[in-house]
């Protein structure tokens, strides 16, 4: 399917079916909408079998302040036992 999460399947499937570690980069920095994508990316990429995010430049051409929330709200997504593997 197109679905992110099965497409996100077929990316770990292609790491030799996960013994390498999948890692998805978190895109461009755009702004407003940064967070909510950071978010949404980390939780298509643990649901779909992936473990971590990479997010260079969403966090790190911020302020602190906001840059530091987002790579914390990045690392809940991770921590959290109720998002699991869909």
Same mark, same amino acid.
């Given at each position: 399917? $197109?679905? #992110?999460? $099965?497409?996100?399947? +077929?990316?770990?499937? %292609?790491? +030799?079916?996960?013994?390498? @570690?999948?890692? %998805?980069?978190?895109?461009?920095?755009?702004?407003?909408?940064?967070?909510?994508?950071?978010?949404?990316?980390?939780?298509? %990429?643990?649901?779909?079998? @992936?473990? @971590?995010?990479?997010?260079?430049?969403?966090?790190?051409?911020? #302020?602190? !302040?906001? @840059?530091?929330?987002?790579?914390?709200?990045?690392? $809940?997504? +991770?921590? %959290? !036992?109720?998002?699991?593997?869909?």
């Amino acid at each position: 399917s $197109d679905h #992110p999460i $099965d497409l996100t399947r +077929y990316q770990v499937a %292609n790491c +030799y079916m996960g013994r390498n @570690g999948l890692i %998805n980069s978190g895109g461009e920095s755009k702004g407003a909408t940064d967070l909510a994508e950071a978010v949404t990316t980390a939780v298509i %990429n643990k649901r779909g079998g @992936g473990q @971590g995010l990479i997010s260079g430049r969403k966090a790190f051409q911020k #302020p602190m !302040k906001e @840059g530091v929330a987002l790579l914390n709200a990045i690392q $809940d997504v +991770y921590l %959290n !036992k109720e998002v699991t593997i869909a």
